[in-house]
């Protein structure tokens, strides 16, 4: 049996017929290079003669990022070819010393807790608001966030995602105003949200509310290539000076002219005829609102949940199909999507599965899909209704506050030892355990691992989640005792 490899794995995706409601946001349509008869091998150079210098960018480069900033209205916006994982480094490491106390939300990507832990900042945890219906993340109150900035006048920075991987918006405006008159610079994990900004048929973007630095993913709603992105900065309360020393530190110092040429047309293309193209798919969405709008056994997330559990807005380019049956699981339903009806969705969690579309989609696409879910939903019962219920979903387990022992920081000095994962109970965790994607944490580092968290654990796993860390039961725990409340 010939063994596989990557280059003939995706050569074979590409031909296999499934579609793309995943990213990249290009989904695949330019064949080539946006469209033009040129193979990006072609192109691939390095910093010679004539061609400028991301980190130190002052014609070519400089005059392509000052394009950015003048399209979204920005103070100042920088390309990232290390994707916007590079850009929340840098933002943090430009907002905040060692020691310092940030107020971190706890659905935020991995890339903010690898940082907080790196700059060995103070980490204290905002909950989102949880929608029961949906087992998932809500928006953030800005009640919640005053209250915990009055009680803790030492937190320098806040740190939030909006929109959420679903598509959920907080109302960023007045938690900037809460954070700005508590003196913290507020930071906006924008990943999904790139596609905002500059079309009112959709909600606005975090930099024009208020944010003053905003990382945003060019590749997984706009048409820019994997491993591309934003940062923006607005306002007085961040020194560029910093950013720029950060982005020298945090990007490759050999960066991609074919990711930058990609940056490039996707906001040459965004300028032409972005707004028309987006209306488009504005339309196209609506379409299918319409035609779901009768499911039973399904239900599509809907901007009728605005005003819900701290949602502020919601962005319905994100089609978040959820489950209101129990006798199958959003993994399960992303399989018979995939084998009976060839779409490849961006990813499951237990009571919902997700489609990103943009403005690259195929409208006829997007319409095949509400047939299939038509289908699916009326012979769910035929097909499922004989076989046994799963079992209970565990509830809330992400944004119930865990009891902290460690610093993030001073867990990774902790002395360890590797135990059974489910023998782990009372033990203080010394690993991250995730779902990916969105990379949102059930434990961190430092946090004291309860019996309910092993239990949904191994649920995920049994469930055939994709759940990072604790591999193969076994996970790292602080070997030592506590001494003064301190491991």
Known sequence: MKKENLYDKLIEYRDSG??????????R??????????????????????????????????????????????????????????????????????????LIARNCHKSVYNAAEIRGLKAKYLYPDYIEEYDMFGGYDPNKIREILEEKPEVKVVLLTSPTYEGVISNIKEIADIAHDNNCVLIVDEAHGAHLGFNDKLPVAAYQCGADIVIESAHKTLSAMTQTAFLHVMGDKVDIRKIEKYLSVFQTSSPSYVLMASLYNCVANLKKNGVVKQNRQIECIDKFLQKTKGLRNLQIFTEDNIGKNSIFAYDKTKIIIGIKTNIIDGNILMNILREKYCFEMEMASLKYVVAITSMEDDEKAIMKLAEALIDIDKELELI?????????????????????????????KTEGEYIKFDESEGKVSLEYIYLYPPGSPIITPGEVITAEIIKAVEYYKERKLNVIGAKENIIKVAKRGLHKNRW
């Open 29 to 102: 349509r330019d064949r080539l290079f946006h469209g033009m008869n040129i193979d990006p091998y072609e192109i691939d150079i390095t910093e010679i003669d004539g061609f400028d210098n991301l980190h130190n960018a002052e014609y070519l480069i400089k005059d392509a990022m000052n394009e950015v900033s003048d399209f979204f209205g920005t103070k100042k916006s920088w390309y990232l070819v290390n994707g916007s994982t590079s850009g929340i480094l840098c933002a943090i490491f430009a907002s905040a010393n060692v020691g310092d106390t940030a």
């Open 18 to 27: 499934i579609y793309p409601f995943h990213m990249p946001g290009h989904k």
């Open 384 to 412: 499922y209704g004989n076989e046994k219920q799963l079992k209970k979903i565990p509830k809330d387990i992400f944004i119930k506050e865990r009891e902290q022992k460690l610093l993030l920081a001073e867990a990774e």
